[in-house]
């Protein structure tokens, strides 16, 4: 008979079960035990059903390939143990995350029975989707202040070139301007930017002076 398997082995560092169930299937009668915990996570009272593979299938969740039912059937076809990470859609609508770990007991080459356990770590899921919910706001709060960052270093550019004056300045300007209209700095910028790039009248010496400077960037050895 082989050793039953530590049920929270299985578990990531760190990470605590809210609760943990035995289950036995003994394979030559078909017929399955499950502790009180087990029930409760299918969303059942103990003992008001008699469980089995069709239960487990049931409720298994749909996106989750394979399924539950197929893991224990493997099983009990190869008589290896395993472990695997699963969703249960239970019977009270809710959605329990949880880990089973099963170890196969053989009598002449063939399983006669599987058991081991059910960890549910339906919180801990939850603790870490919120926390991935919390990164990803941050992610997109950094991805908005980099394109208003963008924005304003595009301003300041703007603001060197016409005045002939270094960033610091350039920023100077910008935030002088934006105090006395009391606009947001970012509203300027982009305001400023939308101003140069579609303009009333073109700025011609402008375009001329910038395509000269260009053109004496391009050839550098002349200058030598």
Known sequence: MSTK???LS??????SADQVGMYHWD???DTWSWSSEIYLMYGYQPGSVTP???IVAKHGHPADRPGLADVFTRARRTGQPFSCQQRIAAADD???????????DT???SASAVHGYYVDLTSARLREAEHLSE????????QRAMASR??????KGMIMFAYGCDSARAFDILIGTSQRANIKLRELAEGLVAAVQEPDEQPERAREYLEAVLTRLARPSEDV
């Open 107 to 109: 009598t002449d080459g």
């Open 52 to 54: 089995d593979l069709g």
């Open 150 to 155: 963008a924005t304003i270093e595009q301003a």
């Open 135 to 142: 990164l990803a706001g941050e992610a997109a709060g950094l």
């Open 5 to 7: 398997p530590d049920p």
């Open 10 to 15: 299985a578990l990531p560092a760190g990470q």
């Open 27 to 29: 394979v030559l009668s």
């Open 94 to 104: 809710s959605t329990r995350a949880v880990v089973v770990v099963g170890d196969v």
